[in-house]
């Protein structure tokens, strides 16, 4: 996510358009360069501009990343071993 946000403000930087650009079309064009799960989050929270959406995409991703580690964590009986012998 982080290097998706950078290459796409780099492109507006570099042709220009970063002024000229309206914020909803960056906010819009962002969006439609994300991965699905992010976009329709990211898209239903109606970011005001640019960076509210890069905020919002990436606290999605980062709570996606740890509900998946939770959900690995609890669905791994050696982690559970683990967690029980360290207890």
């Not at 799960?37 to 990211?42: H, P, R, S």
Request: aromatic residues 4%.
């Amino acid at each position: 996510m982080d290097a998706y946000a950078a290459r796409f403000r780099k492109a507006i930087n570099k042709a220009k358009i970063g002024n000229l650009l309206p914020a909803q079309m960056q906010v819009i064009d962002f969006v439609a360069g994300l991965r699905p799960e992010l976009a329709i989050i990211t898209n239903s929270s109606n970011p005001a501009d640019l960076d509210e959406a890069e905020e919002t995409a990436k606290n999605i991703e980062s709570a996606s990343l740890i509900n998946k580690n939770v959900i690995a964590a609890a669905t791994n009986p050696a982690t559970a071993e683990v967690k029980e012998l360290k207890a």
